[in-house]
């Protein structure tokens, strides 16, 4: 686990991981720019961005200074990352949310200074950079740590800003082949009513996939089980549960079980487990 620290007053660029295999917590050094709006009396509001896991495992971590940087777990090495620009105000992220898209590209909220609006959406790729995108309506008003996005099974992302608005955006792009789930093993014939399990690797994803300051989690790194119907084209989403691990590592093999409700549509049929919008190649079963 990776935490950039928020109240060390000493060092303002300190950041920590934690070895569950050891219990134990070590330095993983300096983040090079300040990512929390802290000083070093102990002032400001001890406010940090999203981190997020990218599929090529390294780690971007935004900040409320406007400030963002890279780290790369292969090596235990930062670096520093683009920093957001000055729109009626320095940009950042004091508390607010990210998201990572199927493609591989983030989508971040801003907003100048600490908790003022107007919000302005980000996406950043190593091939685009940071790229300002069309902010959902309501945005003049709002400040970031108003904002959650989850990622949908779609690969769309959904966002919700504590009103009675919920707003989706459809983002470019498409995934690496290499990044999503793969079905190993499943039952070809599946009965209505009935509980199976399935085995696969990369069930999970290679990330999270949706994360904020400190106030709020939208992890998207389990599997869902959909099942499309070959005639009628109707996709239904069985219930899965007792998912083995919840890890992101590449390859990693796991298994979860899933029921088939007794309302299923019955038929020839085509399954996929789809983990942070990312689909795995379709299996062929049959619904009785």
Known sequence: MLTV?????????????????KGQWASAGSTIVQLPDLTSSGGGSHEI????????????YTGATGHSSFFNPATGEWTAGPDFP???????????????????????????????????????SDAGGLVEVTAPAGATGKTSYEYRLIVLPTGQIMETDGSSSVQIYTPVGNPDPSWA??????????TRGTTYGLKGTQL????????????????????????????????????AHDGNSR??????????????????????????????GIASNPVAVTIN
């Open 5 to 21: 620290d928020c109240n060390n007053t000493t060092n303002l660029t300190h950041s920590e991981r934690y070895s569950p295999v």
């Open 49 to 60: 961005g999203p981190a997020l896991v990218r599929p090529d495992g390294t780690v971007w």
């Open 86 to 124: 000055n729109v009626g105000g320095q940009l950042d992220i004091a508390d607010g949310p990210g998201a990572l898209e199927p493609s591989g590209t983030v989508l971040v909220a801003t907003s100048p200074g600490v908790f003022n609006p107007p919000s302005h959406f980000f996406e950043y």
């Open 181 to 190: 789930p793969a079905v190993t093993t499943v039952a070809s014939s599946l």
């Open 204 to 239: 999970n994803g290679l990330s999270e996939a949706g994360a904020y300051g400190d106030d709020a989690q939208a992890s998207t790194n389990y599997p869902l089980v959909r099942v499309t119907n070959n005639a009628s084209g109707h996709v239904q989403y069985f219930r």
């Open 247 to 276: 890890s992101i590592a590449p390859g990693a093999k796991g298994k979860v079980r899933f029921d088939v409700p007794a309302t299923a549509e019955t038929g020839a049929s085509s399954l996929v487990v789809v983990a942070n």
